[in-house]
């Protein structure tokens, strides 16, 4: 149990285009999501957590504008990437806390790696 | 912030070798978790714990939660070829607050 899935698992885009990333908890329900970014060969970097119906929190220094997070429903929440720029290429992932494991535990997904050219 | 100082930064040994790494803050945190992340996938769940004090064993992994509760190490006994990963210590202060904070990994190179 408490599988969370990542969509797409890479993807490349042009410079100034739109990209989203779908994260599902597949056997539970999430209350709560997270978004994570990771660059090579550094930790992960909690970039803004989610909670269902309501408006993101976003970390200190993530643009909210830039990363758009909808948590729609207790099983899906998106991460949308507008006007992508290269540095904007990093590993995302996103993990889920909710109706599964114990202590708020996170499951987190096999992430996405976000390339653009 | 608060910050999870983790070390060693990387690590090359022979199979059947030990393994140790340990975390570190100037916080207190109430759950201490230790991740093992293969290439180009998510973290995975080793070992969490809960109490300060605590010592638990996951098969051939164990780890210890401070009992100042600023630090926890693990370790990994008779090492084998598919230890081999990058290995984050994580840590969240507990309650309402569910949000993780990474260590910066320990990259683990097991020579078979």
């Known amino acids: 149990g408490a599988v969370v899935s990542q969509h797409p698992s890479r993807v490349i885009c042009k410079s100034g285009t739109s990209v989203k990333i779908e994260c599902r908890s597949l056997d539970f329900q999430a209350t709560t999501m997270f978004w994570y970014r990771q660059f090579p060969k550094q930790s992960l970097m909690l970039m803004a957590t989610s909670n269902e119906g309501s408006k993101a929190t976003y970390e200190q220094g993530v643009e909210k504008d830039k990363f758009l997070i909808n948590h729609a429903s207790l099983t899906l929440s998106t991460l949308t990437v507008t006007s992508a720029h290269p540095e904007d290429s990093s590993f995302y992932i996103c993990?889920?806390?909710?109706?599964?494991?114990?202590?708020?535990?996170?499951?987190f997904g096999p992430g996405t790696r976000l390339t653009v050219l | 912030g608060q910050q999870l100082n983790q070390s060693p930064q990387s690590m090359f040994i022979q199979e059947g070798e030990d393994v140790s790494m340990n975390c570190t803050s100037s916080s207190i945190f109430n759950t201490w978790l230790w991740y093992k992340q293969d290439p180009g996938e998510g973290p995975v769940l080793l070992i969490a714990?809960?109490?300060?004090?605590e010592l638990t064993s996951n098969g051939r992994l164990t780890a210890q939660f401070g009992i100042t509760r600023k630090d926890s190490f693990l370790n990994i006994s008779a090492s084998i070829p598919s230890d081999v990963g990058i290995y984050f210590c994580?840590?969240?202060?507990?309650?309402?607050?569910?949000?993780?904070?990474f260590g910066k990994g320990t990259l683990l190179t097991v020579n078979p």
């Open positions: 714990l809960y109490k300060a004090g």
């Open positions: 994580a840590a969240k202060p507990g309650g309402s607050n569910y949000k993780l904070t």
């Open positions: 993990s889920a806390t909710g109706t599964s494991g114990s202590d708020n535990e996170q499951f």
